[in-house]
């Protein structure tokens, strides 16, 4: 039996059984059922509801996301290859990746306001230190014959080193990282758009709390469930499979 039908049984098997447990334990308000869940994703879609707040959140997390991943890799490099850096603004980063990113949202809106800004600063906020030290871990475990090699061959110690040898070689680590900072990105957005204003399936989310609205809660949780899977399986889980089997870190007979 393949794995996706494997997965499509368990999860037919898995909306029976919340059906039955609806009408057997009868959760009324406090849980939805499967065909109220499923009439709150219709009149959402049909009204576009959901299609405009999955928009305007992905378009938030993906800028978010970007500058997380540019301003990791290059603070990564700068611990990894100044030890000054390391020991002061590094201790700093790795004080600052223990505190919940939403921990920050009060300054935010104090600073921007209860704005799209707000919610990307401390989006961004959430990927930026796991990127970093996933970029500072994988550029130290860079071999020491690459960087010799590209020195002899004139490449010097600037940018040239940076993007064209310690990038590259530090891939298998990083891509890691990037998968993290996409699940903690996630997360600081929703947490986020539970509080600022704006349209958003954070916003939504609390819009249905408001209302008691039990369906079209579990729709954005869903929503967020599988747009979080897909992208992952289908971006970073293949990307790293390349990557690792580029290295020959793991073997191409499955």
């Given at each position: 039996?393949?794995?996706?039908?494997?997965?499509?049984?368990?999860?037919?098997?898995?909306?029976?059984?919340?059906?039955?447990?609806?009408?057997?334990?009868?959760?009324?308000?406090?849980?939805?059922?499967?065909?109220?869940?499923?009439?709150?994703?219709?009149d959402?879609f049909?009204?576009?509801?959901?299609?405009?707040?999955?928009?305007?959140?992905?378009?938030?997390?993906?800028?978010?996301?970007?500058?997380?991943?540019?301003?990791?890799?290059?603070?990564?490099?700068?611990?990894?290859?100044?030890?000054?850096?390391?020991?002061?603004?590094?201790?700093?980063?790795?004080?600052?990746?223990?505190?919940?990113?939403?921990?920050?949202?009060?300054?935010?809106?104090?600073?921007?306001?209860?704005?799209?800004?707000?919610?990307?600063?401390?989006?961004?906020?959430?990927?930026?230190?796991?990127?970093?030290?996933?970029?500072?871990?994988?550029?130290?475990?860079?071999?020491?014959?690459?960087?010799?090699?590209?020195?002899?061959?004139?490449?010097?110690?600037?940018?040239?080193?940076?993007?064209?040898?310690?990038?590259?070689?530090?891939?298998?680590?990083?891509?890691?990282?990037?998968?993290?900072?996409?699940?903690?990105?996630?997360?600081?957005?929703?947490?986020?758009?539970?509080?600022?204003?704006?349209?958003?399936?954070?916003q939504l989310?609390?819009?249905?709390?408001?209302?008691?609205?039990?369906?079209?809660?579990?729709?954005?949780?869903?929503?967020?469930?599988?747009?979080?899977?897909?992208?992952?399986?289908?971006?970073?889980?293949?990307?790293?499979d390349?990557?690792?089997?580029?290295?020959?870190?793991?073997?191409?007979?499955?």
């Amino acid at each position: 039996m393949s794995t996706a039908l494997r997965r499509g049984l368990f999860l037919v098997l898995l909306l029976i059984a919340w059906e039955a447990g609806f009408r057997i334990f009868d959760w009324g308000w406090k849980f939805p059922s499967v065909t109220q869940t499923f009439q709150a994703f219709y009149d959402g879609f049909v009204h576009g509801q959901l299609l405009e707040a999955t928009f305007q959140s992905l378009k938030r997390l993906l800028l978010a996301f970007a500058i997380s991943i540019l301003v990791g890799t290059v603070l990564g490099f700068l611990f990894a290859r100044y030890r000054l850096i390391d020991d002061t603004i590094g201790f700093l980063v790795v004080a600052l990746q223990t505190i919940p990113s939403i921990a920050w949202l009060p300054f935010a809106i104090i600073w921007f306001g209860m704005n799209d800004f707000s919610v990307i600063f401390i989006t961004t906020l959430g990927a930026t230190w796991t990127m970093a030290m996933a970029s500072r871990t994988g550029i130290k475990n860079i071999p020491s014959i690459y960087i010799k090699a590209a020195q002899t061959m004139g490449t010097g110690d600037g940018m040239r080193m940076f993007y064209q040898i310690m990038v590259p070689a530090a891939f298998p680590h990083m891509i890691t990282g990037v998968r993290v900072a996409w699940a903690f990105a996630w997360r600081a957005l929703v947490a986020g758009e539970l509080i600022a204003k704006g349209v958003g399936l954070g916003q939504l989310l609390q819009d249905g709390r408001n209302l008691a609205d039990t369906a079209l809660m579990l729709c954005i949780v869903i929503i967020i469930a599988v747009l979080g899977t897909v992208s992952d399986h289908f971006c970073f889980k293949r990307l790293e499979d390349k990557l690792l089997l580029r290295y020959g870190l793991i073997s191409s007979k499955k």
